[in-house]
């Protein structure tokens, strides 16, 4: 046997390589810089290319662009790059432009702690851009996560035609740790589906898909736009075609909503208390849980891996057979708002930590524990 | 003439906009210049010359505010037949001035073709970074208080290969922008035109009063002699060539076992220079090496020659969840700031805490059994005191032994650097037994 020894920031350029990643634009920020640095080193000698911007917008723009021209792309921040990301990441929303964007979380808000972790942007990201529309995004728990998640990423931001978050975090992309790479069994690689009629309209879509995709610089002439626009590519103020493609940019990633949920489960009999977590977090939760099992109090633990879309029916079947759910989350609550909309009829507590360290299995079994 | 221009689409501009002279001069450049449609793409700002990607049957890519090089540069760069043409109003220009500078830095082969009209058409005629201070325009007193920028003389002092400037109604406008085209690199062509529709309501400008403003400023006709050289994205793939090896992830044999390991939690408490995350990594090494979980986290200053440098380092059999440290089995103290970056931890130590000391350092008060060493008697240096740490725990059996830490450092350094550190390994393992 061999394990592999890596930080997360690593394993998800990595990830991002097994996916077919080709183009990298980003600025440096810790504790995201070492997904540049790893994307630097690994993207020339594939054949790819890997940049650097004059600042977030640009790295954004450069990979709004090298995406239009069939590249697939990632590039990596923290909140305060996830902020001046903003505009451009409305664009990528409204025209369906794919993107994989890791956000290696830390201590907000603003400038806030850069050497400190904290999962900060939960719902920044969910809804750190114009008119709402849903993105999907993914969360790791540790090193291995980061690598596989960043193949679902892709996977999902060439299907749906959309931006897709990797919301890492300080305590997993700068921790390093060893892992069994040869053990990982990683999902199909997903390409963009590309159109093959006569007359290509680049929005014309199904009403629950993306549509199919057309390079700029192919032989047909390929039209995008930030602005609202129909079927054509062209800007329309019709309502009708407005409201179907806004209904459409929700619906197909809302109607994916089951496929597109990841999660680990560890269901115990005879528990009537579930722990609901995501990310660095979760793997406090796992360590408390084991403590109190082998103390005779076993305790049911939910780990997301998807956050958004929210997966609302796995929520619903799982949490309708306990008394007791506690959500914990290294910030003061953020997406405990989304389980509390989901499981309205259930009384959900909640714990959260914001302090720059990670919340402890000890604390994790006191708020358990304390009844 | 084979017309570019989409003759479902009709121009829309104001009667007397000089946006339609560039659209049409525009037209006839790329006739002129014979480009293929499917090989050709408008990148276009926001504003009246933002219009410009709907009236034409190339490729089209209408983005944010100010943003179009960046959009302009990542399609350059992901596809190099392509001919890309920006059109950007001063609006643009003035909100996306660091992507000018960055364009005209870079040199990508792109034509920016600025559509200078003085004034924010679209929003109501507001000032723009080339608004004339003494300009009427719908932003009250504002623009009497700042002067214009000349983006010509910012270009070229910002590193650009080709300038040019004249008038949306110059006769040979066409050809201009072509020769803007043909260039191999970044070019700008920087067209002077009228606003009919909000700024020549309120100031005098007219072709004449243009042909002026352009004689009287400095001439730019083309290439920047003093700013050649090669074009961004062929010296971009020309070094990215040389780059040809793919760095593997460091991946550890298990080669040795060892027999009830139990979980270790090692913290090196240093400062900068001294090492520290260097040992830390050996010590993982050494866990690996004997088919053991690792986990590792660094502390140390964004000025990374200055102040502490702690690693908190996991090994241990079983697979590791929470990575925070939770009940230390070793600290080494090897400075007096990295001591106190985690002073708090001592006094949770248990007494069986294996606590290394060096001589010159002052750790608080705590239970654990504490060894000092002075590293300065036995004449080691302070940036090997991590790594003579290392031989005494290897020693006393502590997380390592001197299999495993021999495995981890051959593993780490090349065949010198190996000598060298087992030099100062045997060093401290003779003086410690």
């Known amino acids: ?321 306990f008394k007791r759910i506690i959500v914990i989350e290294m910030n003061l609550g953020q997406y405990v708002n989304e389980i509390r909309r989901v499981l309205c009829d259930k009384n959900v507590e909640f714990y959260g930590q914001m302090d720059g360290v990670l919340i402890s299995p000890a604390k994790i079994m006191e708020v358990i524990e304390n009844e | 003439m084979n017309s570019y221009l989409n003759k479902t689409r009709p121009l829309v501009y104001c009667p007397g906009c000089t946006h339609e002279k560039i659209t049409k001069g525009l037209d006839k450049a790329f006739d002129h210049l014979k480009l293929p449609a499917n090989k050709t793409v408008i990148v276009t700002d926001i504003g009246c010359s933002g219009l410009f990607d709907t009236f034409f049957n190339v490729h089209a890519l209408h983005g944010i505010h100010g943003r179009a090089l960046t959009y302009a540069s990542g399609l350059k760069l992901a596809n190099p037949e392509l001919n890309v043409i920006v059109t950007m109003g001063d609006g643009g220009l003035g909100i996306g001035g660091a992507h000018v500078l960055a364009s005209c830095r870079r040199n990508l082969d792109i034509t920016l073709i600025i559509l200078n009209n003085f004034n924010f058409g679209m929003t109501g005629g507001q000032y723009s970074a080339t608004t004339p201070t003494d300009a009427i325009v719908g932003s009250e007193f504002l623009n009497h208080a700042e002067i214009p920028i000349d983006i010509c003389a910012v270009a070229k002092s910002a590193g650009a290969t080709y300038i040019a400037k004249c008038s949306g109604h110059d006769a040979d406008l066409a050809k201009k922008i072509a020769g803007a085209i043909e260039h191999k690199g970044f070019s700008i062509i920087e067209t002077l035109g009228m606003c009919t529709g909000r700024y020549t309501k309120r100031n005098q400008l007219t072709p004449k009063t243009l042909d002026q403003m352009i004689t009287d400023l400095p001439k730019r006709s083309g290439v920047i002699e003093k700013n050649q050289r090669p074009e961004y994205g062929e010296r971009y793939r020309a070094l990215a060539k040389e780059r040809t090896t793919f760095p593997e992830a460091v991946t550890i044999e298990k080669k040795i076992t060892l027999q009830g390991y139990q979980r270790q939690e090692v913290v090196i408490l240093g400062s900068a220079g001294m090492r520290i995350v260097t040992a830390g990594d050996i010590v993982c090494y050494a866990g690996l090496c004997a088919g053991m979980n690792v986990s590792m986290k660094n502390d140390y200053n964004i000025t990374v020659l200055r102040g502490q440098s702690v690693s908190e380092i996991l090994i241990s059999p079983e697979k590791i969840g929470y990575t925070g440290i939770e009940s230390p089995t070793i600290v080494l103290a090897l400075s007096d700031e990295g001591v106190q970056r985690r002073k708090k931890i001592f006094a949770t130590l248990k007494p069986d805490t294996f606590v290394l000391k060096e001589k010159s350092v002052t750790i608080p008060e705590t239970s654990a059994e504490v060894v000092e060493i002075d590293f300065k008697e036995l004449k080691i240096k302070k940036q090997d005191w991590a790594l003579a740490s290392l031989g005494i725990m290897a020693q006393k059996g502590k997380a390592i032994n001197k299999e495993t830490l021999n495995h981890a450092l051959k593993t780490r350094f090349n065949e010198k650097l190996y000598r060298i550190a087992m030099e100062t390994i045997e060093k401290m393992t003779s003086a410690s037994s």
């Open chain 1, 1 to 321: 046997m061999a394990l592999s020894f890596m930080e997360g920031n690593e394993a998800l350029a990595r990830g991002a390589i097994a996916a077919g990643c080709n183009f990298f634009a980003g600025y440096p920020i810790t504790p995201a810089t070492t997904i540049f640095n790893n994307m630097l080193s690994m993207l020339p000698p594939k054949g790819g290319i890997c940049i650097q911007g004059e600042d977030e917008i640009a790295s954004m723009g450069y990979c709004i662009g090298a995406s239009m021209a069939g590249k697939k792309v990632l590039t990596a921040t923290s909140g305060p790059g996830i902020s001046l990301y903003s505009e451009q990441l409305s664009f990528a929303i409204g025209s369906e432009i794919p993107l994989v964007i890791a956000d290696v979380q830390r201590l907000g808000p603003s400038t806030g702690s850069a050497t400190r972790g904290a999962d900060s942007d939960i719902q920044f990201l969910r809804w750190g851009s114009t008119s709402g529309v849903p993105v999907i995004v993914l969360v790791p728990k540790d090193a291995l996560d980061c690598y596989v998640l960043a193949v679902h990423a892709f996977n999902y931001a060439e299907e749906f035609r959309c931006p897709v978050f990797i919301a890492s975090n300080k305590e997993i992309g700068m921790t390093r740790e060893s892992f069994d790479l040869d053990s990982i069994t990683l999902p199909p690689i997903v390409e963009r589906k590309l159109f093959s009629g006569d007359t290509y309209l680049p929005f014309e879509a199904k009403p629950n898909e993306a549509p199919p995709f057309l390079p700029i610089g192919g032989k047909t002439i390929v039209r995008q736009t930030s602005s609202t626009h129909g079927p054509d590519g062209y800007i329309t103020i019709d309502p009708e075609v407005i409201a179907q493609n806004q209904a459409r940019l929700r619906k197909k990633i809302h109607s994916a909503q089951k496929r597109i949920t990841l999660f680990e489960e560890n269901i115990k009999k005879n528990s009537d208390t579930l722990i609901i977590s995501y990310g660095v977090t979760s793997r406090a939760v796992e360590d408390a849980c084991k403590t109190l099992e082998s103390r005779g109090n076993p305790v049911s633990t939910l780990n997301l891996k998807t956050l958004w879309p929210v997966p609302e029916d796995l929520l619903m079947e799982r949490g309708l057979a």
